[in-house]
């Protein structure tokens, strides 16, 4: 059975930075694609930064480009967000997600498995 765990979550002042990591379990996804996304109170969960397999495609939501930074390493079957500059607004649960597929992608149905969820809280 496969299970995604999300870690690195927690309360952060404004300006600051956390890193989230997520390790599938009970099977490799080395040659997938994978994501972050995240959902704030009373919102739709929405797409952060994907990456490929390879890491030669990373893509990257509009309100968080410059900040935060996508990365995975296949070795340890690991994927990172980097979140820098943090502001109010990104207060969410971040939800990671892998795909059988070796492509990045934005869309939330094209991912196979899903973690559940590591809350990050920023303090104005």
């Known amino acids: 059975q496969v299970q995604l765990v999300e870690s690195g979550g927690g309360l952060v002042q404004a300006g600051g930075s956390l890193r989230l990591s997520c390790a599938p379990s009970g099977r490799s996804f080395s040659s997938g694609g994978m994501g972050w996304f995240r959902q704030a109170p009373r919102k739709e969960r929405e797409f952060v930064a994907a990456i490929s397999a390879s890491s030669s495609t990373t893509y990257y939501a509009d309100s968080v480009k410059g900040r935060f930074t996508i990365s995975r390493n296949n070795a340890k079957n690991t994927v990172y967000l980097q979140m820098n500059s943090l502001q109010p607004e990104d207060t969410a649960v971040y939800y990671c997600?892998?795909?059988?597929?070796?492509?990045?992608?934005?869309?939330?149905?094209?991912?196979?498995?899903w973690g559940q969820g590591t809350q990050v809280t920023v303090s104005s």
């Open positions: 997600a892998v795909r059988l597929r070796r492509l990045a992608t934005t869309e939330e149905g094209e991912y196979d498995y």
